[in-house]
C-alpha cells in the first residue's frame, strides 16, 4: 500500500484530535499503510484511528475520514 497523502497539498503529515480533548492534536504520517505516530509520543497517548476517525491535513484546511486517504490513493 502507498503512503496516505492530503488530496488537496499532498502532505503526507496529518492529525487527529484527542477524543477527551479536544484542543489535544497528535501527529501521524502514513507510510505503506501503517500509521506512525511521532515517536516522542507515548504509546498510551496515542487515540486509536479507525476509518471513521476525522483526520486533518497537517498543512491545509483539509479534513474528512481517515478512510478518504486510502481511497483518494487507490483511484489513482
Ligand atoms: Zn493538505
Known amino acids: ?4 497523502k492530503c488530496p488537496v497539498c ?9 477524543p477527551d480533548d479536544e484542543f489535544e492534536c497528535h501527529e501521524f504520517e502514513c507510510r505503506g499503510g501503517e500509521i ?3 515517536p516522542a509520543l507515548s504509546d498510551t497517548a496515542a487515540p486509536e ?4 476517525t476525522e483526520t486533518f491535513c497537517h498543512k491545509c484546511a483539509w ?3 481517515f478512510e478518504r486517504l486510502m481511497q483518494e490513493e487507490d483511484a489513482k
Open 49 to 52: 484511528i479507525q476509518a471513521q
Open 1 to 4: 500500500m502507498a503512503d496516505a
Open 36 to 38: 506512525c505516530f511521532d
Open 10 to 18: 499532498g502532505c503526507g503529515r496529518f492529525y487527529v484530535k484527542d
Open 63 to 65: 479534513h474528512g475520514a
